[in-house]
């Protein structure tokens, strides 16, 4: 007799892994495609509600959403929050694509419109799929991966150029002196890639890059 064990076999879940990715897919289409132009805003899931950056975030959305742009986040606390607080309080549309990781993220009050994913890599496609610009506000890991994605993507020719804007130029000095002092300098980048992100301070500023963005590339 075949002893069958009961010990989880990866090699055998991978092919019915396939249809809960195509899941995740259809329905993040079927969703994402109606939201009209948006705005994803990237950011530290750990800065509180009194920081200086939590304040700039809610702001930048609230001008966004104003000049009629979605707000999407990653649907949890601190910046992504800030900039869900800031969608919901102008009255925009306020979108969290939330993921579901070992210790539980629970989506922010301020998202009205959730959609939840296992997988990262596609999430990051709903991300840059939908989003007519990224936001990347002070944060960790997750948002320098997300930065350096978009910007690789950019520089490779994958996706088209558009604005990735990284907000707050005391908080990213340090990063942005090595991209050029020493990137840069040991040719591994060249000066053409400085212009695939901007960085900037105020909501006003935010939305200038956007619509002066789309306006040149209009003629």
Known sequence: MK???????????????????????????????????????????????????YKLATQIAKALSKAGYTIITGAGPGMMEAANKGAFEAKGRSVGLNIEVPKIQRANPYVKELLEFKYFFIRKVMFAKYSVAFIIMPGGFG?????????????????????????????????????????????????????IFKVVDTPKQVVSEIKNFYKKSRK
Do not use: H
């Open 3 to 53: 002893k069958i064990s009961t010990k989880y076999n990866f090699t055998e879940e991978d092919p019915w892994r396939v249809f809960r990715i195509m899941s995740e897919f259809v329905e993040g289409f079927e969703v994402l495609s109606k939201v009209g132009p948006a705005v994803t805003v990237f950011g530290s899931a750990r800065i509180s509600p009194d920081d200086k950056y």
């Open 143 to 195: 948002t320098l991966d997300e930065f350096y994605e978009a910007a690789t993507l950019v520089q490779t020719q994958r996706m088209k150029p558009f604005p990735i804007i990284m907000v707050g130029s005391e908080y990213w000095k340090g990063m942005i002196t090595w991209i050029k002092n020493t990137m840069l300098k040991k040719g591994c980048i060249s000066p053409q890639d400085l212009k």
